[in-house]
């Protein structure tokens, strides 16, 4: 029987248990896949901990990236094929399917073949990151050559991915981090400027990087009393988009700047792209090409077994990592 | 010698004295106007009481609306004569010029002529407020058929002006105001539905107005805790335009809100269309096209004479009116 990830209440991250569950078979329009790999996102800790946008029905898996391969079709599906080397796009609630074990059903939609010459460390870590930079930036934020972008907590993996479409869109990536600890592996990582807001002023910064007009875009996934510096940062009618609640301060509304400036402040998760079938088109060939042409380069920060799970989860609390977190089964 | 309104120092509206000056000569690319009649705006009261965009230097004047006739034109200005009838745009800064008096002086790009079936009071009553409300609701918002538009504080002159253009494009003016007193009014003056914030769930009603889908635009001068309520009346993917800070109390940022429905909130001021020549361009023909269809119809609440401009501003402060208050010189 497979060993899988389940927490019966919301905590710490030894709520995560591992257990053996009978292998169940996909129904219509599901596949089953056998995990070779998962990746870790900061929204797993928020579900784990009863503080994401949904809450877990007990007892809850979870789980959004997970590579492998088929070994089950459930009827109705089309476009592939027992044996089949996939990995998960997050498009479907974590209330209904979760990845983390050894095996794992998802709809069919959330579904893709990663490139032949990833490993499957890399193959789970593309979809959430590369897709939710591409919808903010590029889908929504229309970005283009000449731009300055502004990336808080630049050293996750979708923070990672967000310099790396900057850089391909021949823009300026401006990253932050709180402490000087990380500056040079975002430098290595591909970022222009690196802002160590522990140390400096952020919008004095950011202003003196562009001749003080400002950035056109921030892709923020903090939110708290920071937005008002990120505000200060930008320029005349730039767009800031917050994708995430990481801070646990409440988050002033920049009304000044954003009178003064014009500025739009966009509330934004994937689930806007995985939910609009052309959208979702349009991204997943844009991370093929990426990846094709080499601007996109997934970065792996470690693994552990999955064993190891609360470990795992314990580590990307403690904010060390720089890239993706991955578990192997 | 024209008498003029001037202040010398912030604070509440009998700072506002009126002087003699002597006649000046306008400058290059500037024209001088007799001025018949005087529309008062929201914007004129921040800035007498220093809580504006930009302070005042003192003496001041201030002012961005007047109807009148040009009694003189400055080097350079081509396309007006002495003795057309004209309205000011407000398309410069009140530190620079004021057109509150006798007599004003403002570049010759912020005028226009008005229609002629218009009186001079109605003549000073269209352009803040329609273009305020076009740029955001059209230009912008891309306002369309079948949308609803939840405007609170809807009877100010910009707000009725937002009621006009929805209405012009087939769409639900969902109108919001505190007390009981105003609900009628704001029916007549064109309103699909009045909530009273004082007495009904705003967020409710609007659902329950829009079958659970919530407005797709928000047109809002106040800002303040009010945004919360605001954001959880606005459908998926909708846009909040925060044109002005009336609210005393602080603006709390709908972080959750905004990132279970991707909203965009975003800052707007006159001044995005005014200094953009293709936007002001655009703005003034929809004005033009909607007045002479009838669709935008200058809503005048009382008159007061120039000598009464204190008695004009505390009410204006006092928000009883339904509409513009004019001076008449």
Redesign the interface.
């Known amino acids: 029987m497979p060993r899988q990830v389940v927490f019966h209440e919301t905590g710490d991250a030894d709520v995560l248990k591992i257990e053996e569950q009978p292998l169940r078979e996909p129904g219509e329009g599901e596949v089953r896949i056998e995990v070779a790999a998962i990746g870790l996102n900061r929204a797993e800790v928020m579900f784990r901990r009863g503080q994401y ?1 949904e809450q877990p029905q007990f007892p809850s898996r979870l789980g959004y990236e997970a590579s492998g391969v088929i070994d089950a079709l459930g009827p109705g599906v089309e476009g592939f094929s027992v044996g089949d080397r996939v990995s998960t796009i997050p498009a479907f609630s974590m209330v209904q399917y979760g990845v983390y074990g050894e095996s794992a059903i998802v709809p069919a939609h959330a579904l893709a073949a990663y490139p032949e010459n990833l490993s499957a460390e890399e193959g789970t870590s593309i979809w959430m990151q590369y897709m939710t930079a591409y919808g903010a930036l590029v889908d929504y934020g229309q970005l283009k050559e000449g731009d300055a972008v502004l990336i808080p907590a630049a050293s996750s993996s979708v923070g990672l991915a967000a310099i790396q479409i900057t850089k391909a869109a021949k823009a300026t990536a401006i990253a932050t981090t709180r402490g000087a600890g990380k500056k040079q592996a975002l430098l290595d990582a591909g970022a222009d400027h690196v802002i160590v807001t522990d140390e400096e002023n952020l919008a004095e910064r950011v202003m003196a990087i562009t001749d003080g007009h400002g950035v056109n875009l921030v892709f923020d996934p903090v ?1 708290g009393p920071t ?1 008002t510096a990120l505000a200060q940062a930008t320029a005349r ?1 730039g767009i800031i988009f ?4 990481l801070a646990p301060a ?4 920049p ?15 994937l689930f ?1 792209i995985t939910s609009d079938p052309a959208r979702m088109a349009r991204a997943k060939q844009f991370v093929y090409d990426g990846l094709a042409a080499g601007d996109l380069k997934p970065i792996v920060a470690c693994t552990f077994a999955l064993d190891d799970i609360v470990e795992a989860h314990r580590y990307m609390e403690s904010n060390q990592q720089i890239g993706k977190i991955v578990v192997l089964t």
Chains 1, 2 share one sequence.
């Not at 954003?258 to 966009?266: C, D, E, H, S, V």
């Open positions: 946008l939110a937005l009618g917050v994708y995430g609640a409440p988050t002033p509304y009304l000044m700047e954003a009178l003064g400036k014009g500025l739009k402040i966009q509330g934004y998760t806007e």
